[in-house]
């Protein structure tokens, strides 16, 4: 496996605070890697080092095996947190003009605007200003102008945010279809059920640090079969009366418990049927959310 | 390194976009219809003597000064009729149909008491200036006479020797001179560099601010860098001024070319017209009071060399770009325009300064104090430009200037460039000085 990105013991400092504290983490090709965590956690301005707009204080970036350079800025597709475009300049203009600045010639620009406007049934937005157009419609024409110039690395930086329910879905899609082409993703989120249906590697990010990565299935494996489903009928009052373990999920009729140290499953099976109709009780792996909050509590505790 | 190919596309970008708007072509083509109607209202005003003609009535006590005063200007110098009181005189003023009356005492000559001239406040300073000019030289002709002078002496009271005014050009040969004009000249075009400087400065930093509160910043930073990016911009606006200054400076040299010949034109018309009445109307052809040739050489001096026009659009470039590099720097380090008010102060002030010392450089250029402004390269751009219009610059003094602006612009872009990388990025609070001085010293 080629890596193609390739973060070691990377630093960022802005005046006093540190906005990222040694991290080192590897992307492989035709991966789908996901960077988790709380906001201010340095996930932005790790994407910005990569993309070389930000240099590290210390520590080295590579991609595709070169050090992280204007030309290595040229393979990838950036689509930033904070969407915008100019909005007084008419779409084909926008997005000829940057195109052509990721090293498109004139041509070769024209031809990827032309085949990405028609696949987004967008081309007789050609000649409007973004202005004139709605934020779904601006939305899709700042993905052309992440995807236009053809990158071998797509870098989104949240980019399910502020994405309605239909967007999101055909973003999804891309993503999806982008990396059976062969393409790295590398994208950040707070959205956790995303990252469990899409990424193959996550690293989660807390204060600055990279406090837990790998591969998200081994990972939770490692975490092992210590959560409950339950789904009930009844006097939910039980639940309080469970030692030795953390509630993570509860509503009227269903609560995800997580086994602490020492806690047994037979246990609160047992006080479950005494109290209500059990549905369902299902030992699983703990939710991506799960590892993330319980992580996060720990590096804590750990300061 | 530099890479020259993507500063061309932004540098395209911020020219094209900018010399399609409406308020480019119309700043661009009201202007100078703008400034040659001023000019043209100018002319005429000084040129046209067609103001109504007052009239003053003489209430002369005396009895010597009604005659010469009429026999000065009778249109304007009426004598009192026997049945005309002062009271009727008063209302006639008031009513508008005399503009006022002179009152001479019966001691004005003798011991020297004031005239007293009364009117309804119209006519205003220069009026009141040829009235008591006119009072001078008759006051003065009575003395003469009253006191015998020999003619020789009246012709020495009423002789008014001239003055040529010719200045030496670079060939050696004197020519026509209007020192007026050239400091006009000298204070139009420090005004030009000033509004270009301050106006194009302006523009720059609301699209440097646009840029990053619009976000795009980010995504062309991710093929650019930041110091790529403030050079396209920077030279995108600046090709974006001198093609306004170009089309006005062709606009001028056309005027200015074209004014001789379209005058002669109508003057041969119009003395064509005349010669043919006169020759219809006298067979003997007499045409001695028909000119028969008019001076228009005047117009020359209207004429612009142009090699100052080469010296002003280097001295406008390099002052554009130093402090447009501050004013990029300065729309960088804030969010919105009403925060860059407090930054832009201290920029301000030598732009100013410059400003307010052309009015003195256009009177006295060679003074030490011109020489220091226009050698300063903060106020260099716009001084040192007057300096050269209105005076004859050693040469060593323009390039000494042109040298000390180069290396201040480099400092400038050198300082701008860090405070600019930094700030594009930077989001929420608006940075102190010190925080700016701060990303200034970061490496």
């Known amino acids: 496996m080629s890596l193609v990105i390739d973060v070691q013991n990377v630093s960022k400092h802005f005046g006093k605070a540190t906005a990222v504290n040694q991290v080192s ?23 910005r080092m ?36 100019y909005k007084k300049m008419k779409v084909f203009d926008q997005l000829m003009y940057l195109a052509q ?61 502020g994405l309605d329910p239909i967007n999101s879905e055909m973003l999804k899609d891309i993503i999806l279809e982008e990396k059976k082409r062969g393409k790295t993703i590398l994208f950040s989120t707070h959205r956790m059920e995303q990252v469990e249906q899409m990424c193959d590697d996550i690293c989660l990010f807390n204060q600055g640090k990279a406090v837990l990565q790998g ?32 509630i993570n999920n509860r509503s009227t009729n269903f609560a995800e418990i997580r086994l602490l140290e020492g806690a047994s499953a037979q246990n609160i099976l047992q006080v479950a049927i005494a109290q209500a109709e059990i549905q369902r009780f299902e030992i699983v792996q703990p939710s991506l959310q799960d590892i993330f909050f319980s992580t996060v509590k720990d590096t804590k505790v750990a300061d | 390194m530099i890479n020259s ?20 072509l119309l700043s661009t083509f009201l202007t100078p219809l703008l400034i040659l109607g001023f000019m043209g209202f100018i002319i005429f005003m000084t040129v046209s003597d067609n103001e109504a003609p007052k009239q003053v009535v003489v209430i002369d006590e005396t009895g010597r000064l009604l005659e010469p005063l009429t026999q000065l200007n009778a249109t304007r110098y009426l004598p009192i009729t026997a049945s005309q009181s002062i009271d009727e005189i008063r209302d006639q003023i008031m009513a508008d149909e005399l503009d006022g009356y002179v009152l001479f005492d019966r001691s004005f000559l003798s011991e020297g008491t004031p005239a007293t001239f009364v009117h309804n406040g119209a006519g205003g300073i ?19 006479e009253d006191n015998e002078v020999s003619e020789a002496i009246i012709e020495i009271f009423e002789e008014r020797p001239a003055l040529e005014n010719r200045r030496l050009n670079e060939a050696g040969v004197d020519e026509q001179s209007n020192a007026f004009l050239s400091s006009i000249g000298g204070i139009l075009i420090g005004v030009f560099i000033f509004i270009g400087l301050f106006g194009y400065g302006a523009i720059l930093m609301r699209s440097v601010i646009e840029e990053k509160t619009s976000r795009i910043v980010e995504i062309i930073t991710s093929s650019v860098k930041p110091i790529e990016l403030m050079l396209g911009k ?39 017209d005349l010669q043919n009445s006169v020759s219809a109307l006298d067979a003997t052809g007499a045409v001695a009071n028909v000119p028969s040739d008019i001076d228009l050489s005047f117009l020359e001096q209207f004429s612009v060399d142009p090699l100052f026009i080469l010296f002003f659009f280097v001295f406008f470039v390099l002052g554009f770009l130093m402090y447009s590099s501050i004013f990029a720097a300065i729309g960088a380090a804030v969010d919105s325009e009403q925060d860059s008010q407090q930054f832009m102060t201290p920029v301000m002030l030598p732009i100013l300064l410059g400003y307010m010392l052309n009015f003195r450089i256009a009177e006295a250029p060679d003074s030490t104090f011109a020489i220091v402004a226009s050698l300063f390269p903060l106020t260099s751009p716009i001084n040192m430009v007057t300096r050269m219009l209105v005076s004859n610059v050693p040469f060593w003094e323009v ?15 050198l300082l701008a460039a860090r405070i600019y990388r930094t700030g594009i990025l930077m989001y929420g609070k608006k940075p102190t000085f010190k925080e700016l001085y701060k990303w200034i010293r970061q490496a």
């Open chain 1, 25 to 47: 983490f590897e992307v492989e090709k035709g991966q789908i890697f996901g960077l988790l965590g709380p906001n201010g956690a340095g996930k932005t301005t790790t994407i």
């Open chain 1, 50 to 85: 990569i993309n070389h707009i930000l240099n590290p204080d210390t520590g080295s970036i590579s991609i595709l095996g070169e050090p992280a350079s204007p030309k290595s800025q040229e393979r990838i597709g950036y689509l930033p947190e904070e969407r915008g475009l």
């Open chain 1, 101 to 161: 600045l990721k090293g498109l010639s004139h041509q070769a620009a024209k031809n990827a605007i032309d085949f990405w406007l028609d696949r987004f049934e967008a081309s007789t937005w050609k000649k409007k200003e973004i202005s004139e157009l709605s934020k779904g419609m601006s939305q899709k024409i700042q993905f052309i102008a992440t995807v236009a110039h053809d990158p071998e690395i797509y870098i989104f930086d949240e980019p399910f945010s």
């Open chain 1, 215 to 246: 591969n998200l299935r081994s990972i939770k494996q490692s975490f092992g079969n210590n959560t409950i489903l339950l789904d009930f009928v009844g006097d939910s009052e039980f639940l309080n009366e469970l030692e030795g373990v953390r």
């Open chain 2, 5 to 24: 190919s993507k500063i061309w596309l932004i540098i395209k970008r911020e020219y094209s976009t900018r010399v399609q708007t409406k308020s480019f």
């Open chain 2, 126 to 144: 220069t009026f009141f200036e040829s009235l008591r000019s006119d009072i001078r030289d008759v006051t003065r002709q009575i003395r003469l």
């Open chain 2, 234 to 272: 920077l030279l995108g606006v600046c090709l974006v001024a001198l093609t306004q200054f170009s089309l006005w400076i062709a606009t001028y040299a056309g005027v200015t070319i074209l004014a001789a010949p379209v005058a002669q034109f109508f003057i041969n018309q119009r003395m064509g």
């Open chain 2, 399 to 413: 390039l000494l200037s042109i040298l000390l602006l180069i290396l201040s612009l480099i400092g400038m872009l």
